[in-house]
Nanobody, 123 residues
Framework: QVQLVESGGGLVQPGGSLRLACAAT????????FGWFRQAPGKEREGVLC????????YCADSVKGRFTISRDSTKNTVYLQMDSLSPEDTAVYYC????????????????WGQGTQVTVSS
């Protein structure tokens, strides 16, 4: 059974940091690309924020580059999203997703999705 389970969301003050985790079951990080998306209240889901390829190379969108970092731990079969310098505009449900193929970053549609974890940035 393939499954993605996100954790690490919560309430954080502006300027703070959070690290999200995505535990993958039934996947091998060596054969899948994993990425993070988000959907803010009342808005459409954004394109991929950050992605780690099966070879370990990473990509982050310009909108979060320098603040968000994606990494993976193959021993734990887990992908992480480190988020720094958070602002209220980062408030959203964050989703982990995976697929074997990444055609383009701008319209990547993964095959597998987690249930999401809420991140709220507020004072």
């Amino acid at each position: 059974q393939v499954q993605l389970v996100e954790s690490g969301g919560g309430l954080v003050q502006p300027g703070g940091s959070l690290r999200l985790a995505c535990a993958a079951t039934g996947f091998s990080l060596d054969y899948y690309a994993f990425g993070w998306f988000r959907q803010a209240p009342g808005k459409e889901r954004e394109g991929v924020l950050c992605l780690v390829h099966s070879d370990g190379s990473t990509y982050c969108a310009d909108s979060v580059k320098g603040r968000f970092t994606i990494s993976r731990d193959s021993t734990k079969n887990t992908v992480y999203l480190q988020m720094d310098s958070l602002s209220p505009e980062d408030t959203a449900v964050y989703y982990c997703a995976a697929s074997t193929i990444v055609a383009t970053y701008s319209n990547w549609e993964p095959d597998y999705w987690g249930q999401g974890t809420q991140v709220t940035v507020s004072s």
